[in-house]
T-cell receptor
Framework: GAGVSQSPSNKVTEKGKDVELRCDPI?????LYWYRQSLGQGLEFLIY????????KSGLPSDRFSAERTGGSVSTLTIQRTQQEDSAVYLC?????????????FGPGTRLTVL | AQSVTQLGSHVSVSEGALVLLRCNYSSSVPPYLFWYVQYPNQGLQLLLK??????LVKGINGFEAEFKKSETSFHLTKPSAHMSDAAEYFC?????????????????FGKGTHLIIQP
């Protein structure tokens, strides 16, 4: 497809379980971003990748969160030992180095519910 | 550090009336500014962006925004509201520098404004 895709679209899990969220960026986009959208916090920037490298991980909420990107394409955001406060919509975006003004294209998000 | 303030979590206007959504920013460097729209259960869609080329920026769906440096504002307007404009609107800022100067950094978003269109 032409846009950013994310899977699953919805995920319901039990507290304490691990979850993996996947993002497929637009083909050829070298930069990839993860955001979290929740009622209390609005849209929070979590992490970005330039190629496979994430130069700054300080935006991740806790050490239970990790992210990786392989082959300069697909990225996975992993949340270990999920907590109820992790419930949110996780958005992925990508952009091209050719876009000097950091225009980011967003996927539809993964809605995570932790019971 | 950069930040964005959107005044009014909810704005209600009548169909056909002027839409005005307010955004003020703070940035230590000349900013790049964006407005995104989010329809229910969808991702964010870029409406328009300011990149220092022109202070009045025209976007999709009849929206436009004016960059006013003296007021540190980037308010979004549309002359005549349509029912289909009902959505959540987010203002965002980037300093455009980021890692290695390539402009790849995270956006800082405002809290969002929910636009309600009254028939």
């Amino acid at each position: 497809g032409a846009g950013v895709s994310q899977s699953p679209s919805n995920k319901v899990t039990e507290k304490g379980k691990d979850v993996e969220l996947r993002c497929d960026p637009i083909s050829g986009h070298t930069a990839l971003y993860w955001y979290r959208q929740s009622l209390g916090q609005g849209l929070e920037f979590l992490i970005y990748f330039q190629g496979n490298s994430a130069p700054d991980k300080s935006g991740l909420p806790s050490d239970r969160f990790s992210a990786e990107r392989t082959g300069g394409s697909v990225s996975t955001l992993t949340i270990q030992r999920t907590q109820q406060e992790d419930s949110a919509v996780y958005l992925c975006a990508s952009s091209s180095r050719g876009f000097l003004y950091n225009e980011q294209f967003f996927g539809p998000g993964t809605r995570l519910t932790v019971l | 550090a950069q930040s964005v303030t959107q005044l009014g979590s909810h704005v209600s206007v009548s169909e056909g009336a002027l839409v005005l959504l307010r955004c003020n920013y703070s940035s230590s460097v000349p900013p790049y500014l964006f407005w995104y729209v989010q329809y229910p259960n969808q991702g964010l869609q870029l409406l328009l962006k300011y990149t220092s080329a022109a202070t009045l920026v025209k976007g999709i769906n009849g929206f436009e925004a004016e960059f006013k440096k003296s007021e540190t504002s980037f308010h979004l307007t549309k002359p005549s509201a349509h029912m289909s404009d009902a959505a959540e609107y987010f203002c965002a800022v980037s300093d455009g520098v980021g890692y290695s100067g390539g402009g790849a950094d995270g956006l800082t978003f405002g809290k969002g404004t929910h636009l309600i269109i009254q028939p």
